[in-house]
């Protein structure tokens, strides 16, 4: 379960099926990405053709759809991807688990 920062993403499955599940939050929430955030869940399953734009903000998380082959996906962002948050479930809330950062010399912490 992640966000992509200030970046737009849009993806497209070229094989298989998947699952994507965004957990909505309105913009005050969204506001407060250092606490826990309160969420309503949306779930479509998107096949192989099959194109996707999230805009910010947003959280999801994408994942290969149960006893399906092998899913692959093509990620594109704008700007650039080089932050994310990471989040759990907990108590009904979105609690920040993780932060991902690219280094200038394109490593991570």
């Not at 993403?9 to 909505?24: C, L, M």
């Not at 096949?47 to 899913?71: C, K, M, N, S």
């Amino acid at each position: 379960i992640h966000d992509h920062n200030d970046s737009r993403v849009a993806f497209k499955v070229i094989q298989g099926r998947v699952t994507e599940v965004v957990y909505a939050t309105d913009d005050d929430e969204w506001a407060k990405r250092g606490s826990a955030l309160s969420f309503e869940v949306l779930e479509r399953q998107l096949e192989a053709g099959d194109l996707e734009v999230v805009g910010t903000p947003a959280i999801h998380q994408v994942a290969d759809y149960p006893d399906h082959e092998t899913a692959v996906t093509l990620h594109v962002y704008y700007p650039p991807l080089d932050e994310m948050n990471i989040y759990k479930p907990v108590g009904g809330k979105l609690v920040p688990a993780e932060h991902w950062i690219e280094k200038p010399n394109g490593n991570c912490k």
